[in-house]
């Protein structure tokens, strides 16, 4: 082997491994967000838990480090967990949950633009302050929805949040830089996890979903919600088709920003490919030419 061999096959040995050893990892990164122990929780805070009105959560609720949870009863919960173990493992991995929320990559960005009316397929949103909802937004196909807000969430009276063809609120989150605001009588889905606050107004609903709270308080006004049932089968921000024979059309995406660039690996692969076989080339024709002058 000659001194300009070594190099390039060095080189192509670099490209392969980088493309090979990273392709399982995007492939890895597109699955359910983690939530640890905050998934039996069905709100969880940091400061005070305070109802008003007969609010009724299907799952545990938690408050660490705060002590005060008041309005329960008239309100009722599956099981209530203040300032144990329980709860602070639950706050730990509510952290963990936030961070990993923040971490995934913008495929729409939709700063400015209201959710209300609009029709999306998974991906992760990205506002880079507040986000609003005014009216009903609609989330179809099944696979993986993050919303990411920089600064507050809110909704408006009576909007809502409608799921279809495969779409599923348990693989919906919303990620709030603050806090959020569910106004009176919204419908709303998916687990909200927001920084400081989060307040449901009089006769908003979560179904199904979670209210929680890293920092700060929960407050509930005659409010209902139903942790998901059972494991949640979407992965990926891709959307995929529905399996069933509904004959419901698949909606298209209506209204964000331009989709973000990904990482090329198809070309990245077939680079690594040509340069193998470049330097296999380069080798076999090094040796004809020897015999041939030799």
């Known amino acids: 082997m000659n001194k300009i061999q070594r190099p390039v096959i060095a080189l192509s040995i670099v490209v392969s491994a980088f493309v090979v050893g990273l392709w399982p990892t995007a492939a890895l990164a597109a699955t359910q967000p983690r939530l640890g122990t905050a998934t039996s929780f069905a709100v969880l805070a940091g400061s005070t838990i305070t109802n008003t009105g007969p609010s009724v959560i299907h799952g545990a609720i938690g408050l660490s480090p705060g002590s005060a949870v008041t309005g329960f009863p008239p309100g009722v919960a599956t099981s209530q967990h203040k300032t144990d173990a329980v709860a602070r493992q639950a706050k730990t991995d509510l ?15 939709m700063t400015g633009l209201d959710l209300g009316g609009k029709t999306l397929t998974p991906g992760v949103y990205t506002f880079s302050s507040s986000a609003q909802l005014t009216g009903t937004l609609t989330l179809s196909g099944n696979g993986i929805f993050i919303f990411q807000m920089g600064s507050t969430l809110t909704t408006a009276s009576n909007s809502r949040v409608l799921v279809t063809n495969g779409a599923q609120a348990c693989a919906v989150y919303w990620k709030v830089g603050s806090s959020a605001t569910l106004g009176t009588g919204t419908q709303f889905k998916g ?4 920084l400081t606050s989060i307040t449901m107004v009089t006769g908003a609903t979560i179904l199904p979903g979670r209210a929680l709270a890293r920092n700060g ?11 998901p049932a059972g494991p949640c089968s979407a992965t990926g921000t891709t959307g995929t088709a529905p399996t069933s024979t509904s004959t ?20 990245a692969l077939i680079a690594g490919i040509a340069g193998s076989f470049g330097v296999l080339r380069f080798s076999l024709s090094n040796r004809v030419d020897r015999r041939t002058t030799s």
Do not use: K
Request: charged fraction near 10%.
């Open 95 to 109: 952290v963990t949950t936030y961070n990993d929320l923040a971490s995934w990559g913008a495929t729409r960005r």
């Open 217 to 227: 308080a929960v407050t509930l006004d005659s409010n209902l919600i139903n942790l």
């Open 191 to 194: 687990t909200i996890v927001a």
């Open 248 to 267: 419901t059309a698949t909606l298209a995406q209506t209204g964000g920003g331009p989709p973000e660039g990904g990482f090329p690996w198809a070309l």
